[in-house]
């Protein structure tokens, strides 16, 4: 098997989020949005490389340092970005290229992503959108291949009619990537070296490029605002509850419970409406937690019965019972 390594992108300014904060560390469901795309690329690879930008340093605190960081000191586009990293990888095996916003993107998609890329230049993840406004199109050709990306601002008023889009997901072949980013132009409506322009560079030279179409379209997509970073929160959420329930936790109204990606809750527990779990959370079997509770850092044990209660950093043993209206917090003393 061909050597797979990564490269994230996250040296984006964001200012679509009018924070102070680098984009990829807002949060979602209690973890850096980062840290998602990290989870998904570690599941294949544990060769990554993130390319980070503005607030370089407080990206790597926060995600930590175990991993390889490349700065790219100049915005001048993808495809400057991912000329940054390979640099540093040997020219043999694969690469994926993600982007540090698309946190939904999940590892089976990447390791269909990579099996679909045996015999390929290349192949990019795609998605068809009924509003594609914004995202770059993909031009295919007769067999299906894809021929160009074309982005929005540099596209033709037929290529704005296209509904498949490119979501910034990629898995070339290492030594072709290497060989075709020098290449690249700026000659472009942002004055940019675009990454997608790699597709047309490689079709003019006979290589093929692929496309792995997602099921849901949401799951490609990149968060670029607060209201995209909300929706994004919305389908996590959901994903988390359903994996809780799958696994024998009773939830009486779902759609009212916040659960962070981390908690972790025992058999036969019922949680009721009206619920916030945060991050290190740990709840035991046979509880009855709801409705109207807030708990972070909480330990519970089995068979806890808590009602319109906020317990923060705490320990409650197994067979209590705790509230209604009771406030906790262990970290205060």
């Known amino acids: 098997m061909e050597q797979l390594r990564a490269v994230i992108l996250a040296a984006g300014e964001g200012k679509r989020m009018h924070s102070r904060l680098p984009k990829v560390l ?10 998602y795309v990290l989870a998904s690329a570690a599941a294949l690879t544990p060769d990554i490389i993130i390319v980070v930008g503005r607030g370089a340093s407080l990206v ?6 175990k991993w390889c960081y490349v700065r790219q000191k100049k915005l001048l586009g993808t495809g400057h970005a991912v000329l940054q990293a390979v640099d540093h990888f040997p020219a043999s095996g694969k690469v994926l290229v993600l982007c540090g916003d698309t946190p939904l993107l999940e590892s089976g998609c990447l390791e269909n992503l990579v099996e ?11 998605a068809e959108l009924p509003q594609p406004h914004g995202y770059g199109r993909i031009i295919r050709g007769d067999e299906g291949l894809v021929e160009s990306i074309v982005e929005e601002k540099d596209a033709s008023k037929q290529e704005k009619e296209i509904n498949e889009v490119n979501t910034g997901t990629y898995c070339f072949d290492l030594a072709l990537l290497k060989k075709f980013l020098p290449r690249l132009s700026r000659d472009n409506a942002q004055g940019e070296y675009y990454l997608t322009d790699i597709v047309a560079l490689l079709k003019d030279e006979g290589y093929r490029v692929g496309a792995e179409l997602v099921d849901d379209f949401r799951a490609g997509l990149g968060i670029n605002n607060r209201i995209q970073l909300a929706e994004a929160e919305m389908i996590l959420r959901a994903r988390i509850n359903r994996r809780l329930m799958s696994g024998g936790v009773t939830m009486l109204d779902p759609s009212s419970v916040y659960i962070d990606s981390d908690v972790k809750i025992g058999q036969d527990t019922i949680v009721g409406p009206n619920c916030v779990i945060e991050k290190g959370t740990t709840i035991g079997e046979e509880c009855r937690i709801g409705p109207g509770v807030h708990l972070s850092e909480a330990v519970i044990g089995h068979h806890v019965v808590i009602q319109h209660a906020v317990i923060k950093a705490c320990v409650v043993e197994d067979e209590r019972q705790v509230g209604p209206y009771i406030f906790l917090d262990g970290a205060s003393g």
């Open 60 to 65: 790597r605190q926060t995600v930590g340092s």
């Open 26 to 35: 807002h949060r979602l469901c209690g973890r850096p949005m980062l840290e």
């Open 116 to 126: 679909k890329s045996r015999g390929l230049a290349g192949v990019v993840v795609t």
